[in-house]
């Protein structure tokens, strides 16, 4: 099983980023037997971007074979385009180490989201969403 988790870093030790589209790396785990066999931390490409990072980084991840997502946060466009691709989504998680969450998400106590938990509007870019109603003022 291959599971991605938005991060702050590039280790097992970092905290788990509560952004998905815009979080400075992505660690991605092997799990083999119940235990992380091996892991890669790669960049995130769509940090940056003006637009589109949550598509982005869900392609990104969807090409990396990756089962399994875990992030604080996902927006509709990146929730629909990891589920369409039969990756699972598990958000609610950030500030834990990324080792932490793989561990909990093995024992099953974090669970598959049905949603995404940020509503259409804008998202995490540079506007923050501020004067018009929408978004979570940048969090």
């Known amino acids: 099983m291959r599971i991605a988790i938005s991060a ?3 280790s097992l030790e970092a905290p788990v980023d509560f952004r998905f589209g815009r979080c400075p ?3 991605i785990v092997d ?3 119940d235990e992380i066999s091996k892991f890669e ?3 995130n490409p769509a ?3 003006f637009g589109g990072a949550g598509i982005q980084a869900a392609q990104l991840i969807a090409n ?3 089962n399994v997502v875990i992030t604080g946060n996902i927006g509709p466009n990146a ?3 990891l589920t369409q691709t039969g990756i699972k989504v598990v958000t609610g998680v950030g500030g834990m180490r990324v080792r932490d969450a793989v561990e909990m998400y093995m024992r099953g106590e974090l669970k598959e989201s049905t949603m995404p938990t940020r509503g259409f509007g804008p998202g995490f870019g540079r506007g923050f969403g501020r ?7 940048g969090i």
């Open 131 to 137: 004067g018009r109603g929408f978004g979570m003022g």
């Open 31 to 33: 799990v083999e037997n």
């Open 79 to 81: 929730f629909s385009v």
């Open 41 to 43: 931390a790669i960049r």
């Open 8 to 10: 702050t870093g590039d």
């Open 64 to 66: 990396r074979g990756v």
């Open 25 to 27: 790396f992505f660690v």
């Open 47 to 49: 940090v940056g971007a």
